[in-house]
């Protein structure tokens, strides 16, 4: 999950909570567990659809599960208004699922709540999945795992540049963000005295103090200045005529991915219900929520 201050190797291409639309397609299933968490704030939804159009969502919140039962509500209904798989829409939906998630929260005693989204639509001749955050986009044949998403995080070099460039810095702690390029230097060799955090310590938007430099929902964050963590997705295309026969389409929260390895994932998907894969993950230890959605290709 997005966390905010208080694996594997895989191919790269360019709940217990569970909201399902009414009328939802068959074609596909969510399965969800609590984790090692105390609350559960992710959510798996799947839209309304038939066989030539279907498709669903997986949130990973924080600060609460209200911005990604909101978020997933939004995306249900608007895919159910307009069943089209393209980008323009998809990036078209990201920014009303934002819009709504914002005025709900203002309404609603103003909460704090962020999430993380992937979503995924198919029709007859393509997927296409659009993202914001660390939630993951998988296709899984019989015997590879690809990945489509790549993280939107304050590690990733592109990310930060674009959090710096806007006015924002990154760091593992606040007085790493803000030390000069020189006193970094020097503290790469003992960051723990230096800026009070270790090489372990995952890197953070400032201000905010968030992981994910993409996300919908977050009050705090999107009426700071400089506005630094976007909603904005990234959203790729793969034609379904390059995809292996009897592929499966997998939307997961990062927390499947922490213990899991590319081989028991692969026999995961293809041989149990999502629910179950949800349980094996978290029995691994995993810290975190698990949410995920799975599609027949």
Do not use: C
């Not at 070099?157 to 970094?184: L, N, W, Y």
């Not at 909603?231 to 009897?246: C, E, M, S, T, Y």
């Amino acid at each position: 999950m997005p966390t905010i201050a208080s694996s594997q190797s895989l191919t790269r291409l360019p709940s217990e909570v569970a909201v399902v639309a009414p009328g939802a397609t068959t074609r596909g299933a969510t399965g969800a567990h609590i984790g090692g968490r105390k609350t559960m704030e992710d959510v798996a939804v799947l839209f309304d659809g038939d066989a030539t159009f279907f498709g669903g969502g997986v949130f990973d919140g924080a600060g609460g599960p209200r911005a990604a039962k909101t978020a997933a509500a939004a995306f249900a209904h608007l895919f159910d208004a307009d069943r089209r798989a393209n980008v323009d829409v998809m990036k078209d939906h990201f920014a009303r699922a934002e819009t709504q998630t914002l005025a709900t929260a203002a309404k609603k005693g103003k909460w704090p709540d962020v999430t993380t989204a992937v979503v995924a639509v198919v029709d007859a001749d393509n997927v296409v999945v659009g993202w914001a955050g660390d939630s993951v986009a998988l296709v899984v044949d019989d015997k590879h795992v690809t990945a489509l998403t790549r993280p939107h995080l304050a590690s990733d070099p592109t990310e930060a540049r674009r959090i710096k460039d806007a006015g924002g810095s990154v760091g593992r702690s606040p007085a790493e963000a803000r030390a000069s390029s020189t006193r970094k230097l020097v503290g790469k060799l003992a960051p723990a005295a230096a800026f009070g955090a270790g090489k372990k310590n995952p890197k953070r938007v400032y201000p905010g103090g968030i992981t994910v430099t993409r996300a919908i929902g977050g009050l705090p964050l999107k009426y700071a200045d400089p506005k630094l963590v976007v909603a904005v997705p990234d959203v790729v295309v793969l034609p379904r005529n390059q995809i292996k026969p009897g592929s499966k389409l997998v939307l997961a929260s990062d927390g499947l991915l922490e213990k899991l390895d590319h081989l028991a994932l692969v026999d995961l998907i293809h041989n149990h219900p999502p629910d179950h894969v949800a349980r094996v993950a978290a029995d691994k230890n995993t810290n975190d929520n698990i949410a995920l959605a799975v599609f027949d290709l």
